[in-house]
């Protein structure tokens, strides 16, 4: 049984189906996919924080999130004394 060998790399055929792949049009759904989703990401963290959050807040008790932090204890690590 002869041994599998990996396929010689050929730098024009990358070029070709690179091509193929842009001709298709699947970049241009890509891009707009791509654009959709960071403008709609947008909308819902000012909707978050400039809607929903001050009434919340004031709700209950004149909280001001965005003085809020939450500090993850410092794991310890070999040689910290």
Avoid: C, W
């Amino acid at each position: 049984m002869e041994p599998i060998r990996p396929p010689e790399f050929q730098p024009l055929s990358v070029v070709n189906e690179f091509l193929a792949f842009i001709k298709r049009g699947s970049v241009i759904d890509l891009a707009v996919g791509v654009i959709i989703g960071a403008a709609f990401g947008k909308i819902v963290t000012s909707l978050v924080n400039d809607v929903l959050m001050p009434p919340l807040g004031y709700l209950i008790g004149g909280v001001n999130f965005g003085d809020l932090k939450l500090h993850a204890p410092r794991r310890r690590q070999a040689g910290d004394d």
